[in-house]
């Protein structure tokens, strides 16, 4: 996105009116689950109460939301991503840009080494686009209670 600032501002509970319009937003129908969210689970899962295994920040383009992003801590020393952005900082690189920033995070101040996404299997346009950024696929999982099938798909992070 030439010429736009993209920045990762870690949440807190003063940022609660910005996620609760980023969740008012149709395209966030069905994440963080399968129910439209109450502004208490929200709150409980977004805005920086399980720090500090799940970090989340909100995705900024020049200083407006754009979407949601989070780094989680998993037992073997690296961890997993996920992102969403509004439909209107999609197909700009500002997904490209959010991933870089979350995987130099994620290699220098958490010393992973190792990060993984899940999308739906009916997600292809998200497959495509974590391929697109470095992601493979490691295995398709079944459908569970809370999930949809997804595939799980890891990249290696390698030092600067």
């Not at 109460?49 to 920040?57: A, D, I, M, S, T």
């Not at 909100?58 to 780094?71: C, F, K, N, Q, W």
């Not at 999982?141 to 030092?159: F, I, N, Y």
Request: charged letters at 25%.
């Amino acid at each position: 996105m030439a010429g736009k600032r993209i920045e990762l501002v870690p949440t807190d509970a003063d940022s609660m009116p910005a996620l609760l319009r980023l969740f008012d937003d149709p395209s966030f129908d069905g994440w963080g689950g399968p129910a439209p969210l109450t502004p208490d689970v929200i709150a409980a899962k977004y805005a920086g109460g399980r720090l500090p295994e799940v970090e989340c920040f909100i995705v900024e383009v020049d200083a407006s939301p754009a979407g949601l992003a989070i780094l989680h801590a998993d037992d073997d020393g690296a961890g997993g991503m996920d992102l969403i952005l509004l439909p209107s900082g999609r197909g700009h690189g500002v997904g490209r840009s959010v991933v870089s920033l979350l995987a130099e995070r994620a290699r220098e101040v958490r010393g992973w080494q190792r990060l993984t996404v899940d999308p739906d299997l009916a997600n292809t346009e998200g497959i495509g686009f974590w391929r697109s950024v470095g992601f493979t696929p490691v295995r398709d999982e079944a459908a569970s209670l809370e999930r949809q099938p997804l595939v799980l798909m890891d990249m290696v992070l390698v030092g600067p």
